[in-house]
């Protein structure tokens, strides 16, 4: 599998590339899945973060466990029709580990103290990210209404995310679609 990587504004989201009108066998799937994986662990190790010493032996989440998890919280999504915390559901698999079902577009973000890395489970979103934040609230986890000035990438299922400390970003989504993403925060 090929990778194409796009950066803009700092953020970096590295993208397989995909052929259309194949079918892949559900074995296929599955390694197609574990290398995607493999990716955003590379992407994570890339990254240079810290890790905390309740993770200092490691952590392995099986794609089973990823999945059940996605597929858990994508139905709590479906039975409320909406998700509570603006819009976006969590589960932590550790410290710094969450598998996430956004409902609706989120609140613009920054993080003083941490990196993210996004693994694209399933839907699509636009990440807007550089720029400036518009009404920011917070001093070590900014949030505020919006970006202006950002650059807009579009998220689809495989992708690598990755997004600086400092960094504006803000994952939008279009109204009645959910997107499910695993996130991992590198604390500097």
């Given at each position: 599998m090929s990778a194409e990587m796009v950066r803009r504004n700092t953020a970096r989201v590295y993208r397989s590339r995909s052929c259309t009108n194949v079918s892949l066998t559900p074995e296929a799937a599955q390694r197609s899945t574990l290398i995607r994986l493999v990716l955003l662990i590379l992407a994570c190790l890339a990254t240079g973060g810290q890790f905390t010493a309740a993770q200092s032996v490691g952590a392995v989440f099986p794609e089973s466990k990823i999945q059940k998890t996605a597929e858990s919280l994508e139905q709590r999504v479906k039975q409320s029709g909406d998700s509570a915390n603006n819009g976006i559901l969590e589960e932590k698999l550790d410290e710094m580990t969450r598998v996430a079902v956004r409902a609706k577009s989120g609140l613009a973000e920054l993080h003083q103290t941490s990196e993210e890395v996004?693994?694209?489970?399933?839907?699509?979103?636009?990440?807007?990210?550089?720029?400036?934040i518009e009404n920011?609230?917070?001093?070590?986890?900014?949030?505020?209404?919006?970006?202006?000035?950002?650059?807009?990438?579009?998220?689809?299922?495989?992708?690598?995310?990755?997004?600086?400390?400092?960094?504006?970003h803000q994952v939008l989504i279009e109204d009645g679609k959910t997107f499910t993403y695993v996130i991992i925060k590198i604390l500097r």
């Open positions: 996004f693994f694209v489970i399933s839907g699509h979103a636009t990440l807007l990210t550089g720029g400036s920011p609230k917070g001093t070590e986890e900014i949030r505020g209404s919006s970006i202006t000035g950002g650059t807009s990438l579009s998220l689809a299922p495989g992708d690598v995310v990755h997004i600086p400390r400092a960094t504006p």
